[in-house]
């Protein structure tokens, strides 16, 4: 069935350094493919997207391209702050409407240090 | 984006009660989705809750545990029954509003002592 895989964490990075959270998928179809964070006693924020094959969904410095050929999400920023540190969930849906729900990975956790 | 007010935040209940979960959408939405997210874990959905119809369930999870009500196209109800202490989690609520959009409520952390 379809499924979503990440790198395992926890990943500690020091202030300012590049980040990379691989992410790939497996699926049927053409889903869309989805970047999620959860900020230490907060709630899951979308934080990027991408709907089809070669999209890059961006915000708040992150980046990540969808790949139809490698079948993967990977999630990048150039320079990461403290105020990153937080699990990140990539996450795909199996379908091209609203009608079905989010399929996630375990989920990464990151650390950023001064 | 839909905003979703999910209550209660958190709770302490005993081995054997039942609580019930409610999620209240600031827009009409077909479908409203429930997951689990266990300690260190990830998010498991539970069902899907279509207005008017009996929701669908994922395997590992029944009816007669986690019933769901869905009355209208702005609210959800999940209720977590004869609870046990394997089911300290965080359940939270979901909707997708526009193509590719999803919303999440805030979250209840649930502790079964």
Redesign the interface.
């Known amino acids: 069935g379809d499924s979503v895989t990440q790198m395992e964490g926890p990943v500690t990075l020091s202030e300012e350094a590049f980040l990379t959270i691989n992410c790939t998928y497996t699926a049927t179809g053409y889903p869309s493919l989805f970047w999620y964070v959860q900020y230490p006693g907060e709630g899951l924020q979308l934080l990027l997207k991408a709907t089809k094959a070669d999209d890059k969904g961006s915000n708040k410095g992150f980046e990540a391209t969808y790949r139809k050929e490698t079948t993967s999400f990977h999630l990048e920023k150039g320079s990461v702050q403290v105020s990153d540190s937080a699990v990140y969930f990539c996450a795909q849906s199996a379908g091209s409407n609203s009608g079905y729900a989010l399929n996630f990975g375990k989920g990464t956790s990151l650390l950023v240090t001064p | 984006s839909a905003v979703i007010s999910q209550k209660p935040s958190r709770d302490i209940c005993q081995r054997g009660t039942s609580l019930t979960i409610q999620c209240q959408v600031d827009s009409q939405?077909?479908?409203m989705?429930w997951y689990r997210q266990q300690p260190g874990?990830?998010?498991?959905?539970i069902a899907?809750a279509n207005q008017g119809s009996e929701a669908t369930y994922e395997s590992g999870f029944v009816i007669d545990k986690f019933p769901i009500s869905r009355p209208n196209l702005t609210f959800s109800t999940l209720t977590v029954s004869n609870m046990s202490p394997e089911d300290s989690s965080i359940y939270?609520c979901?909707?997708?509003?526009?193509?590719?959009?999803?919303?999440?409520?805030?979250?209840t952390r649930l502790t079964v002592v």
């Open positions: 939405v077909t479908m989705f874990q990830s998010l498991t959905l899907t939270l979901s909707v997708g509003l526009s193509n590719y959009g999803y919303t999440f409520g805030s979250g």
